[in-house]
């Protein structure tokens, strides 16, 4: 498989709506997924000054992002932009059962898609979906730094949350690294195992997850992420937009380099 397959089929087919058996088995992982974003939310909050906002999610998955901030009346208009089918229509699902009339869901890649420019106020990409663009294709970060500061409106935030593979790499024997993890048991696979490999010469972090469950077919995805840090960054966003503030959560935790997660604000100034 070519690397810049890899990450457009590590979620072909995750949160597929057949592997929840019932109403409540769906319920429960909706509601799994929506206290996810309870930092998120509270961020969002602290900066909206008590007016709605059109904010664009890139690699929303099942849109539970979207959906909770329309929960909490934050929400003007919506936009969910995800590559994967399963994840679109787990999305769109959820849309329906709740009649939302707030959020527009896009099954398409973000260079796919074209939406009105200076009208947005906060574009997020978080959950390591920045880090996923440059192995895809080596022009798709400078792409969306582009794509972001037209969609925004002056003064609009683009919010990146990715993670801090310094720690990650620290703990790496001869460049490998293994983990594993019990679920929640609203998660329908029991188990998720982990297997790191960094490939100093692309900068590069590919990690193979396997999904164990004993009453669903067990699932395995690989993803490979390109290594920020935050000197690569500034370099990036250069001059296009201004960098405000570099969390380690969206608590507004101060970021050190031995943090987990990695939280960048950046302001349209003009």
């Known amino acids: 498989m070519k690397s810049e397959n890899v990450n457009i089929q590590a979620y072909d087919n995750v949160e597929q ?4 058996d019932d109403i409540k088995s769906i319920e429960l992982y909706r509601n799994e997924r929506l206290t996810m974003y309870k930092d998120h939310v509270s961020y969002v909050q602290s900066t909206s000054r008590d007016k709605k906002l059109n904010i664009i999610e890139i690699g929303s998955g099942s849109s539970a992002f979207l959906f909770q901030l329309d929960n909490q009346k934050l929400l003007n208009r919506g936009v969910g932009i995800e590559i994967s089918n399963s994840r679109y229509q787990f999305a769109e699902k959820w849309k329906s059962d709740l009649n939302n009339k707030s959020i527009e869901n896009i099954n398409a890649n973000f260079d796919e898609v074209n939406l009105e420019e200076n009208y947005y106020d906060v574009i997020f990409c ?13 022009q798709y970060p400078n792409l969306f730094i582009e794509k972001s500061r037209n969609w925004l409106k002056r003064g609009g935030l683009l919010i990146l949350g990715m993670h801090n593979y310094n720690t990650i790499i620290e703990k790496m024997h001869d460049n490998i690294l293994y983990f594993w993890k019990r679920n929640k048991a609203s998660n329908p696979f029991d188990y998720s195992l982990y297997y790191y490999k960094y490939d100093k010469n692309e900068n ?5 997850s396997k ?8 699932k395995e995805k690989k993803e490979i992420s390109f290594v920020y840090n935050i000197q690569s960054l500034t370099d990036l966003i250069d001059d296009k937009l201004k960098i405000d503030d570099i969390y380690s959560d969206f608590k507004k935790n101060q970021f050190f380099n031995d943090s987990e997660e990695m939280v960048l604000i950046c302001s349209k100034t003009s």
Request: proline share 3%; no cysteine; hydrophobic share 25%.
């Open 17 to 20: 709506l057949k592997n929840f």
């Open 204 to 208: 590069q972090i590919t990690t193979h």
């Open 126 to 138: 978080i959950d390591n979906t920045f880090s996923y663009l440059q192995p895809e294709n080596k």
């Open 211 to 218: 999904y164990l469950s004993k009453t669903h077919d067990n």
